[in-house]
């Protein structure tokens, strides 16, 4: 990381990829792009997600279809691309017999990485190590564990960083300075991350774009401002004195998907015009007694449960 930040369009492509455990079949014929910033990777468990990370880092081979980075074949030019590649595995291993610095100084070599002290100071700031890095490993928490393979990843000055589950085992606090500082060195650095993770609410706090998968399948992937605007339908927040009542008279004249949510209640109507003419009708004719009504934006989670409902309805 010590080094500048080389001035090219970080690209990762898989095209129609096949991968088959047995009679499972992991992937169906994936295909999709990814160019510079971050991006998600989300999908429920056996989505098909570590598999392709496998297969973008050399591990596993497809059994059909392609994957580069940098334009590079996954499989035949492993080596070149780990060295311009850093990753973090789920449920991350090292040897327990040696500190953190010792660790990560071998790493540094492995890398063929210029100022290794350095390199390693920088990296256990980022990834808040502290006094650990001077600490055996054996002595580590999980969330130290967690820090010590980001800190593995971020070493050597890569180009990408992929990250499955980068924030397990960390409390809140782990959980939002990890974000942060991918957002910083994606902005600041120029180092682009693929995402995979669990936790929507996180993704979408830095995410550029995101791919959905299910059953091995890509659902929906681009932007999220694009599916957003393709995907989700507006929805209300209304505050009012009898929630009971309210739902009664609207569901009566719009349709619209309803639930209670503390407070208020949430609206996602078919005809959002409608919806709105007919709460200022209720509201005129003293029928409800409105304290609030704001719109809400779209979640990365309501984008996901949209593509999974949409998949479902076309099953049927």
């Known amino acids: 990381m010590c080094g500048v930040r080389r001035d090219i369009v970080s690209t990762i492509e898989v095209r129609g990829l096949v991968k088959h455990y047995g009679k499972v079949e992991a992937l169906r014929g994936v295909t999709f792009k990814i160019d510079k910033g971050i991006t998600g990777l989300i999908g429920p468990n ?12 050399g591990l596993v081979s497809a059994d059909e279809g392609e994957a580069t980075v940098f334009g590079l074949n996954c499989w035949k030019d492993r080596e070149d691309i780990l060295e311009r590649v ?3 595995h789920e449920k991350p291993r090292f040897p327990t017999w040696v500190t ?10 492995m890398k063929r990485t210029s100022h290794v002290r350095e390199e390693i100071e920088r990296a256990a700031e980022l990834c808040g190590l502290g006094d650990f890095i001077n600490r055996k490993i054996d002595t580590y928490s999980a969330g130290m564990i967690q820090r010590l393979g980001l800190a593995d990843a971020l070493t050597g000055d890569p180009e990408v960083v992929i990250l499955d589950e980068p924030t397990a085992n960390l409390d809140p ?14 902005k600041g650095e120029g180092i682009s991350f693929l995402v995979s993770t669990h936790i929507l609410s996180e993704l979408e706090r830095i995410c550029d774009s995101v791919v959905i998968l299910n059953e091995g399948l890509v659902l929906e ?8 605007s393709r995907l989700s339908s507006p929805t209300y927040a209304v505050k009012v004195e009898d929630q009971e009542g309210f739902i ?3 569901v009566s004249r719009v349709s619209a998907k309803i639930e209670m949510k503390e407070e208020f209640v949430i609206a996602r109507p078919e005809d959002p015009q409608s919806f709105l003419n007919e709460v200022n009708d209720l509201v005129r004719r003293g029928v409800i007694v409105l304290r609030e009504l704001k719109p809400l934006a779209p979640t990365l989670e309501d984008i996901f449960v ?11």
């Open 46 to 57: 056996g989505a098909g997600k570590t598999t392709i990370i496998k297969i973008i880092l």
């Open 86 to 88: 850093g990753v973090l």
């Open 100 to 109: 953190g610095r010792k660790y990560l100084e071998y790493v540094c070599r």
């Open 173 to 186: 606090l782990g959980r939002s300075h990890v974000l942060s500082m991918i957002k910083y060195l994606t």
């Open 221 to 228: 992937y681009g932007s999220v401002s694009q599916l957003v």
């Open 248 to 250: 009664r008279s609207i």
């Open 306 to 316: 949209e593509v999974m409902r949409r998949r479902s309805y076309a099953e049927e």
